[in-house]
């Protein structure tokens, strides 16, 4: 059976600060995506990360994949307080498998 | 309409009504699938569809039974449901049912079991 673990569960940040959250996945997989939620509303796609190091970045968001070690990270750069929700990753061959997500909340 | 529409967005049901939530891609899409989201569990996969057939049911209780008329519409009929049962139900959609291709999610129906 396919988990997938995200850590941490919940985060607090304070503007300007850098993070990372990490998402540890236990059966093999060459695809990863990332999705980010909004409190009370629906999963918008982040990234597909597609191959063995990928790295993708948007904004202050940067993703990146390491298949052998079945690792994918989230690095937050200089948060914003836009950023706060909570960050889902998924990983799965027929259908996706979610982690449990990661709510990120931004203080000002 | 674009994307992925759910309907109703909210509802409230008691234990012994039936009801059904609607999903509608406008995408072109060949499979769709039902999630179920609650409070204290990750997203959970209920159902896949690919070209109005079923490949995949997770062991969902038989009180849930998908319908996918054609490869737009894909619907969720509930039937003396459990509390345990409220939740948010997300319908997405992609290209063909394959991880390789990005899922587009809806914007769901919160439903409240009574």
């Known amino acids: 059976e396919l988990k997938v673990e995200q850590n941490p569960l919940f985060l607090s940040m304070q503007e300007g600060k850098n993070y990372t959250i990490y998402c540890n996945y236990s059966?093999?997989?060459?695809?990863l995506y990332w999705y980010r939620q909004d409190p009370g509303k629906s999963l918008e796609s982040l990234f597909v990360?597609?191959?063995?190091?990928a790295v993708k970045q948007e904004g202050r968001l940067m993703a990146s994949l390491d298949t052998k070690a079945r690792l994918s990270t989230l690095h937050i750069t200089a948060a914003v307080h836009d950023l706060s929700a909570t960050y889902f990753c998924?990983?799965?061959?027929?259908?996706?498998?979610f982690g449990s997500g990661t709510r990120l909340q931004v203080q000002p | 309409e674009t994307g992925v529409t759910q309907t109703p967005r909210h509802l409230v049901m008691g234990m012994t009504n039936k009801k059904s939530l609607k999903c509608e891609q406008h995408?072109?899409?060949?499979?769709m699938y039902w999630y179920k989201q609650s409070a204290k569990k990750p997203l959970e996969l209920m159902f896949v569809?690919?070209?109005?057939?079923?490949?995949e049911n997770n062991s969902v209780p038989s009180r849930f039974s998908p319908e996918c008329p054609n490869s737009s519409h894909l619907f969720l009929h509930l039937h003396t449901l459990q509390p345990e049962d409220s939740a948010l139900y997300l319908c997405?959609?992609?290209?063909?049912?394959?991880?390789?291709?990005?899922?587009?999610f809806g914007p769901g129906t919160r439903l409240t079991v009574t």
């Open positions: 998924a990983v799965g061959r027929r259908a996706l498998t």
């Open positions: 569809y690919s070209l109005e057939e079923r490949v």
């Open positions: 997405a959609s992609s290209q063909e049912v394959q991880t390789s291709y990005e899922q587009y």
């Open positions: 059966t093999t997989s060459d695809r």
């Open positions: 990360l597609l191959s063995n190091g």
């Open positions: 995408l072109g899409h060949n499979a």
